[in-house]
């Protein structure tokens, strides 16, 4: 195997840099499409005509749930994922405590631990 000259080298590292764009532009146009079918997604999901829960919807996107979007279009799904369960996980405990101390969720609570002991 003979060494390259210069022109070959140049003309390797050309290819490589032309590749890099090729995929970076094919990465764009997979974030558009990606992006696209989300919107198309929530549209149906909070239609315009059920304003009221449009709105709402509308702040917590914006809110909370914008970078998990751009990381899911992206093509960095899992970790979008694992972002949004941080998210509602943190806005749930509340309620999830909310319900645990209510009466129903006391009696739940009960026959929980009577059914845990009784697998001992």
């Known amino acids: 195997m003979g060494k390259m000259g210069p022109k070959e080298v140049g003309r390797d590292t050309l290819e490589e840099v032309l590749a890099e764009i ?3 532009s094919t990465n764009v ?17 909070f239609p315009f005509d059920r304003l009221r829960n449009r709105a709402g919807a509308d ?3 914006h809110a909370l749930f914008t970078h998990v979007v751009s990381m899911s ?6 970790q979008g994922l694992i972002e949004m369960h941080a998210i509602l996980e943190s806005y749930s405990r509340p ?26």
Request: proline residues 0%; neutral net charge; glycine residues 4%.
């Open 59 to 61: 702040a917590f996107l």
């Open 29 to 45: 146009c997979q974030f558009e499409r990606k992006l696209q079918e989300f919107r198309e997604a929530y549209e149906r999901e």
């Open 73 to 78: 279009s992206m093509e960095y799904a899992s």
């Open 22 to 24: 090729r995929k970076d």
């Open 95 to 120: 309620e999830i405590v909310d319900h645990a101390s209510s009466s129903k969720g006391r009696k739940v609570e009960g026959s929980l631990l009577i059914d845990s002991r009784s697998i001992r």
